[in-house]
């Protein structure tokens, strides 16, 4: 079992920035494709960013240029650094990670979730 646990979301003016981090624990991930997934209140959740274990990357045509993911395995855990934040950005952001080693943006795909943060973004 893979037990994760995101930091990082709060309060920010449209424009500024926010680093999310996801802490990993249970085992090891270094292996495995890990994303970021995000849910505004009343719409289905959606894919932000992932990134494998050998550090290929992608990202939502929304986010793309604003956010970049990385991953540090030697300590197990995940970034998400978002610039240049639009209200439209608003929305619980949940770390996830997928026990396969491709790149895949569907949420059904991934294997274990954390909580969630909230990213708020004022206008």
């Known amino acids: 079992q893979v037990q994760l646990v995101e930091s990082g979301g709060g309060l920010v003016q449209a424009g500024g920035s926010l680093r999310l981090s996801c802490a990993a624990s249970g085992r090891t991930v270094s292996r495995y494709t890990m994303a970021w997934f995000r849910q505004a209140p009343g719409k289905e959740r959606e894919f932000v960013a992932t990134i494998s274990g050998s550090g290929t990357t992608y990202y939502a045509d929304s986010v793309k240029g604003r956010f970049t993911i990385s991953r540090d395995n030697a300590k197990n855990m995940m970034y998400l650094q978002m610039n240049s934040l639009k209200p439209e950005d608003t929305a619980v952001y949940y770390c996830?990670?997928?026990?396969?080693?491709?790149?895949?943006?569907?949420?059904?795909?991934?294997?274990?979730w954390g909580q969630g943060t909230q990213v708020t973004v004022s206008s």
């Open positions: 996830a990670v997928d026990r396969s080693v491709i790149i895949r943006v569907a949420w059904n795909d991934y294997d274990y």
